[in-house]
């Protein structure tokens, strides 16, 4: 028998992470996370990765390991877990209680059980024997797995970095990575995020300093947007606010839920009681004793701080004197949404600070000595990166490679293809099981597949051009001028004459390709419109709009 290990997500794109180990009866999943939509995907709101093949072998899951509480490695549960028959999940404390929020947020909360671990706990499912080790990242509890299977010991890290002095005083544990190295590791699995940046990642504690300056240097308020499950960055700006002596209010509901979270299970330390407070407590003390902790540091449309920017928030309002401060490395596509809030910021007399150099410094996932350091703990015969889009993975296979990792047991897979380990060897197969994209657009989980994708994205670009057609349906002849709707495509009033020559060509099109009205056969007439009117606009437009070619027979 071998162990497969099938990834499911998380091996061409950052996001959807999930990972499927499947050996005999027992199937063992690990996350389940979902993925942010870009400029290609018009009107998606997440994408989760296709579970198709867990839903066929259900009775085979033996249960779900979570890592960490990030949406994209715990976002995708509610959408999943009916599905796939409510598996039990094992996971650290405080991303359970992410996890529970979560559930609770779909209403779909009770039905699979969640069981805490602790990071010394032994767990057995199946043929799966596991232990945890604490890794540093930007969330508390995050944990990487070492799993003991039938076909070898492996370990999977992600997401992850080292960090000697990080804000929960809770550093990795070394100890863990070099006892598996010396039981022997069959596969390392390991976090690629930053496999093409030199050096190391810099400590949460450089950025706590920086923290505490701007905060103590600050003439007035400072309104600092974050990630609401960049835990340990609100506490030091918890911290930084007690030693400023400035009063902090929280807005945003993804924050103002997260940090009741961790201040109900101590993750987040309060520095002085009565810290935290309402916006009009705040209003009667002087600003220089004030911090507004808010979301929105990606620019969201609808977050707290993007309201503030556009003089939309209820409570909050910019004034002269303000410091607005972004601390969260921008995801990729957002730069630019997160410009032009900083902008109307500005423009509204606030002094913005944005930190992103610094924070993409002190990322959450390791830079390459770091990587090395985590294949040469572990010491593993076999290694594949995850995490990340392909080139990072390539990147991080190089960087196994330098440290000795023989070129042929490295193993850098797409989706859809799986890696099978035996006492005998370990190879790469094709899967043949569904994977690639699901999409989330709004209520609709999948429904929107790649043909109403092409859709969008034609309407997009060049908007859509209704043709309709009334036809005599003995004469086969038009009995009036084709009427003509047009959507982001042209301006109708200012375009008399092209519309004057398409409905002339609709007219030829029509008349000649109809000459048997008793065998009119509707879709080839409004295929054939569709195409010659798409050729004779774009001859005059070079535009492409999408052409909807409607009949009505009289
Ligand atoms: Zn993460």
Known sequence: MTLKVIPLGGIEEVGENMTVLEYGDDILVIDAGIGFPDETMPGIDYIIPNTKYLEDNKKKIRGMIITHGHLDHIGAIPYIMPKIGDPPIYTMKLTGEFIKKRLEEFHLLGRSTIHEVNKDDVLTLGNFRIRFFRLNHNIPDSVGLAINTPAGLLVYATDWKFDHTPVDGKPTEFGKLAQFGAEGVALLMSDSTNAEKPGYSMSEKTLGETIDRLLLEAKGRVIFATFSTLIGRVQQLLDAAHKSNRKVVITGRSLVNSVEICLSTNYLQLPAKGMIIKMDQAKRLPDNQVVILTTGSQGEEFSALARISRSEHKTIQIKKGDTAVVSASPIPGNE????????????????VLYMKILDIHTSGHAYQEDLKLMVALTRPKNFMPIHGEYHMLVAHANLARDVGVPESNIFTLNNGQMLELSSAGVGVKEARIPTGYVFVDGLGVGDVGEVVLRDRQVMSQDGMFVVI??????????????????????YMKGSEDLLKEVKHEVRKVVETKNKKPSEANWAYIRSEVRDQIGEFLYQRTERRPMILPVVIEV
């Open 469 to 490: 057609m009334t036809i005599d349906k003995k004469t086969g002849k038009l009995t009036q001028q084709p009427d003509i709707i047009s959507r982001g495509f042209i």
């Open 336 to 351: 630019r949404s997160i410009s032009s809030t900083l902008s109307n910021l500005a423009r509204l007399g606030a002094k």
